[in-house]
Structure formats: C-alpha cells, structure tokens
C-alpha cells in the first residue's frame, strides 16, 4: 500500500512559522499534482495548496501570502512553509497525490496520516 508520511506538526504561538514535510513514494511523486489539505475542529477537510510536476502552485484564498509549497525532487519531498499563523490554522494537515484529472475532481488517491498543527492565541 503505498503511504505518504507527514511531519513538521506541532504547538506554534500565533504570527509564528511551521514547516511540514511529506515523504512521497517515488512511485508516485511525479503522478501529477501534490497537495495540502487539512481539517480543522468540526469542519471538512479542505484543500491548502496543489503543487504540479511542473512546478504550478496554487492556494486556497485563506493562506494566500503567508503559507508556501514546495517540493524537491531530489528528495521526492512536498514541503508546506506556514508563516503568520493564526489560531483558525489549527487543524490536521494532510498531504495527498493525484493524477491531473483526479486533482481537478478533488479525489486524491494518496493520502498520508496527517499531522496537527495547533495555534495557540
């Protein structure tokens, strides 16, 4: 079963940074799209941040400016750099992989643990 495995997480105060970091099966690195989510108290999970193979990032309107993915493919890691945090940040946050068309329909086939990020006011 291939598996994605998040880390990074922890307790932040508010206006601080986390970076997580997702180690990705190389058999699925280049599948497409890379992808942030997360699920915060009592909400859906939702999407943060989509990265492609060829480099295209795109942001939910929420973390616009203050949140960053990346990824090395060296290292076939997917990265999220979190600056300026606030207490709604808080939530599990999960990396994901799809093909093209999947990450269009929002149905990732790949999903790691999750990992909490908690902000504290």
């Known amino acids: 079963q291939v598996q994605l495995v998040e880390s990074g997480g922890g307790l932040v105060q508010a206006g601080g940074s986390l970076r997580l970091s997702c180690a990705v099966p190389?058999?699925?690195?280049?599948?497409?799209?890379l992808a942030w989510h997360r699920q915060g108290p009592g909400n859906q999970r939702a999407f943060v941040a989509t990265?492609?193979?060829?480099?295209?990032?795109n942001y939910a309107d929420a973390v616009k400016g203050r949140f960053t993915i990346s990824r090395d493919n060296a290292k076939n890691a997917l990265y999220l750099q979190m600056n300026s945090l606030k207490p709604e940040d808080t939530a599990v946050y999960y990396c994901?992989?799809?093909?093209?068309?999947?990450?269009?329909?929002?149905?990732?086939?790949?999903w790691g643990q999750g990992t909490q990020v908690t902000v504290s006011s």
């Open positions: 190389g058999s699925i690195f280049n599948i497409g799209v």
């Open positions: 990265i492609t193979t060829a480099g295209i990032t």
């Open positions: 994901a992989a799809a093909g093209l068309r999947g990450a269009i329909r929002g149905d990732y086939s790949y």
